[in-house]
């Protein structure tokens, strides 16, 4: 039932971001299937550098021929690096994201328009008014995380394809050492979005209640000043319990799937010399 429940969130979140940002999304999709292809093309290219440094080391064989393959290698530099640079942190992180937020906020306003007068005295409605006001970005990373997710995928079946041309035991490390990268971001949102429950929600209400002006008629009439700050205290003392927790639980998972990593490529390395020396 919560599998299903789960699924269900997700089917909601990618038919909500295709009917909201087709076109953003589109393009979110095929730069991830360029990126899945584009790590096969830079190993093919860093294979002929190698073969080709031999040849000129072992031989009169022109140094010139290095030139072209180093330039498409230096290319899959360039794009590898402007995804990171670029594309992450201009495109989607001050374009669709903020984008995707602004439209979600104005379907919002739209639909409580339409809210009949009586459920705005149910605390229970300011709840879940809350929760849809927060939605709008775990919606698109939701949408962000399947798609690159996707990616992530395809991208290591590629590699882990091709590399086992060469020697099938690449194939399990190649696997082994793109676990960390595929799950490590999705398990450190997955749980730190979990701390920005109920709890933020209360910390953020019971400080609004402690310093803003509006209350201040009723902190002076019912003398709750202190009452209030005491528990505003016991509200961050909580959040910051549980974001400690998080944190906590973020370092472990990070320090396994760091040495899984290390591990891993470490045994890429080991194994591509081996075969090396044994031509």
């Known amino acids: 039932m919560k599998f299903n429940c789960k699924h269900t969130v997700v089917a909601k979140c990618l038919k909500l971001g295709a009917e909201m940002m087709p076109k953003h999304f589109a393009g979110m999709i095929f730069v ?11 190993i093919q290219i860093s294979r002929r550098i190698y073969q080709l440094a031999e040849k000129s080391v072992l031989s009169d064989y022109q140094v010139l021929t290095l030139l072209l393959p180093v330039l498409l290698y ?21 374009g669709g994201l903020l984008e995707f937020e602004k439209k979600t906020k104005l379907i919002l306003h739209e639909k409580c328009g339409k809210i009949a007068m009586r459920y705005y005295e149910m605390p229970s409605f300011y709840n879940r008014l809350w929760e849809a ?6 919606v698109y990373r939701v949408v962000e995380c399947v798609i690159t ?4 995928v395809l991208s290591i079946v590629l590699l882990s394809g091709y590399a086992s041309i060469i020697h099938s035991s690449f194939f399990l ?10 799950f490590g971001n999705v ?13 933020a929600k209360e910390e953020k209400d019971r400080k609004e209640c402690t310093t803003d002006i509006r209350y201040t008629k009723e902190r002076i009439v019912y003398e709750s000043s202190d009452f209030l700050i005491q528990k505003w205290k016991t509200s961050s003392r909580k959040l910051r319990e549980k974001e400690y927790e998080v944190e906590m639980q973020v370092l472990k998972i990070r320090t396994f799937l ?7 490529t470490a045994g890429v390395y080991v194994l591509a010399g081996y075969l090396f020396f044994q031509r």
Not at 32 to 42: C, K
Not at 133 to 138: D, E, L, R, T, Y
Not at 149 to 152: C, D, M, Q, T, Y
Not at 187 to 196: D, H, V
């Open 32 to 42: 991830h299937l360029f990126l899945a292809v584009l790590p096969v093309f830079g």
């Open 74 to 94: 230096g290319a899959y530099l360039f794009l590898m690096k402007s995804y990171t640079i670029y594309y992450e942190r201009v495109i989607v992180q001050f």
């Open 133 to 138: 006001k927060v939605a709008s970005i775990n």
């Open 149 to 152: 997710l996707s990616g992530a």
């Open 173 to 182: 490390l190649i696997v082994l050492a793109a676990i960390p990268a595929l």
């Open 187 to 199: 398990s450190e949102a997955i749980l730190k979005s979990r701390r920005r429950t109920q709890l």
């Open 258 to 264: 760091m040495f899984l990593n290390v591990a891993a």
